[in-house]
């Protein structure tokens, strides 16, 4: 790897509210976490909020003028047609998005979304400007049979087949394993390391350089008293928290502890 590895990675904690917040509801948490923000600071986290996409016009604009940015939580690769209940990357960029989680694994199991689709999307989205979330993990059955590594080469040579290996560094990998989602089961700190190092080194087999840049974060089931650990891992450079980040007090203390 160039540079001995001495690329220094901003932390990015990403909060993913899922169906989760009407506009006056994700006002109210802008309300309290902003002024969180502003008084405590970020300790140079990156912080992204991840609204749905009824909420995210109003949450881009509250979040206006600070550091705090926005995600939205799925997108369509065309840019415009017959594609009833799709959103596309320049709807995002209009209601002031920053980037678009992709591949969730709620997305995957829940509404059939496949690598096929994502070898579009992920493309479609940094052409587009904005920065692919993208997220992989194996389900419980996975890990158990041994195929945790094997599950993760075939999502991320899938999802990013058409990326160039250039450009990887530019994106964000959540490693979210499935059965710690929601599940308040986390992944110990030597599973997480292990998992978010094997991705990085599958990104440095296509480009060294980006290996090195990429940003990886960990998801399922950080909350306030696990976060610190789990984000000082060697390789671990953030955090996609879905149920913590739905109460600001708590996610602001997600922040504090990852930054
Ligand atoms: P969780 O969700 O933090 O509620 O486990 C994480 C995610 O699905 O991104």
Request: glycine share 12%; charged share 25%; net charge negative.
């Amino acid at each position: 790897m160039p540079d001995g590895g001495s690329t220094r990675r901003r932390p990015l904690i990403a909060a993913n509210w899922k169906m989760h917040k009407t506009r006056s509801q994700a006002d109210a948490f802008c309300d309290v976490f902003l002024s969180g923000v502003g008084e405590r600071g970020t300790a140079d986290a990156e912080v992204v909020l991840c609204p749905p996409f009824t909420a995210l016009s109003q949450v881009a604009l509250r979040c206006a003028g600070t550091d705090v940015r926005v995600a939205a939580q799925n997108m369509h690769a065309e840019g415009e047609g017959a594609f009833t209940g799709e959103v596309s990357a320049a709807m995002l960029l209009d209601a002031g998005a920053w980037g678009v989680v992709l591949g969730h694994s709620e997305r995957r199991q829940l509404f059939g979304e496949t690598d096929a689709a994502l070898a579009e999307k992920v493309p479609a989205a940094l052409a587009a400007g904005l920065v692919p979330i993208l997220c992989v993990g194996e389900t419980e059955a996975e890990r158990d049979g041994g195929e945790t590594e094997g599950v993760m080469r075939r999502q991320l040579d899938a999802d990013l087949e058409r990326v160039e290996g250039g450009r990887l560094g530019e994106l964000v990998i959540a490693y979210e394993p499935i059965w710690a989602i929601g599940t308040g089961r986390t992944a110990t700190s030597e599973q997480a390391q292990e998992a978010i190092g094997f991705i990085r080194l599958l990104l440095a087999e296509r480009d060294a350089r980006s290996g090195e840049a990429v940003r990886i974060l960990y998801g399922g089931s950080v909350k306030p008293a696990n976060a610190a650990e789990l984000t000082a891992l060697p390789d671990v450079d953030g955090a996609l928290v879905g149920g913590a980040s739905l109460d600001p007090d708590d996610f602001l203390a997600i922040v504090e502890a990852a930054g």
